[in-house]
């Protein structure tokens, strides 16, 4: 089976700090996601990443940078940590096909998430 | 913009009783529609995955319909059990884009 490790279950970090979360996928993927998930919003896309050193801006990327140095490793880098940052993170990834139109026919897999307080 | 309902928001059924999840999206022109389970504070789990040509998939005790014309889909959980309790979130996929969710049916299945 697919996995998705995201490094951390639970983060508690100061305001301003700059945040790194990680996320590494074991299958070869090339699509890779970061979305956050809030009460009464939802699951929404920050960045996605297509293959290695690419990324393309989500619905919410004000705030938010990615790193993709590695097929296997997508790095969501909050630059300077504020309160209203505090959400769950969640990675996925998909199945390579023909470009990223060609994972039409494969599902995502996601990670555990990763809970982050930012005080 | 596409957009995923899914009703109820929330559902408490006793043990043993079968039940329909409800996901309509506004554009039908998807390539696919994904189940997820979802524990409270974890991740997303796939249950089913209904590419844009197929009507249905099953997986033991869950079927997933698929009414691209219609713009819904039903998640249908037999004999339910304590264990099915979490949140359900359907998603769907369109094009370039990635994975448009509703906002989830949160399940309580009673002993």
């Known amino acids: 089976d697919v996995k998705v490790t995201q490094s951390s279950r639970y983060l508690v970090k100061r305001t301003g700090e700059k945040v790194f979360l990680e996320c590494v996928q074991d299958?070869?993927?090339?699509?890779m996601f970061w979305y956050r998930q809030d009460p009464g919003l939802g699951l929404r896309l920050i960045y996605f990443?297509?293959?290695?050193?690419?990324?393309e801006k989500g619905d919410i990327p004000e705030g938010y940078s990615v790193s993709r140095e590695k097929k296997e490793r997508f790095s969501l880098i909050l630059e300077s940590a504020s309160t209203n940052q505090t959400s769950m993170y969640l990675c996925?990834?998909?199945?390579?096909?023909?470009?990223?139109?060609?994972?039409?026919?494969?599902?995502?897999?996601f990670g555990s998430g990763t809970r982050l307080t930012v005080v | 913009k596409q957009e995923v309902t899914q009703i109820p928001a929330a559902l408490s059924v006793p043990e043993g009783e079968n039940l329909v999840l409800n996901c309509s999206f506004t554009?039908?022109?998807?390539?696919?529609l994904q189940w997820f389970r979802q524990d409270p504070g974890k991740g997303l789990t796939s249950l089913l995955l209904?590419?844009?040509?197929?009507r249905e998939q099953t997986s033991g005790r869950l079927n997933a319909s698929l009414d691209k014309s219609s713009g819904r889909s039903t998640l249908y959980i037999a004999a339910s059990q304590p264990g099915d309790s979490a949140t359900y979130l359907c998603?769907?996929?369109?094009?370039?884009?990635?994975?448009?969710f509703g906002k989830g049916t949160m399940l309580l299945v009673s002993p």
């Open positions: 998603a769907v996929k369109k094009g370039y884009s990635t994975l448009t």
């Open positions: 299958m070869d993927h090339e699509n």
């Open positions: 209904i590419q844009s040509s197929q």
């Open positions: 554009d039908s022109a998807i390539y696919n």
């Open positions: 990443s297509y293959d290695v050193k690419m990324k």
């Open positions: 996925a990834s998909s199945i390579p096909g023909q470009g990223i139109l060609g994972d039409f026919i494969y599902g995502y897999t």
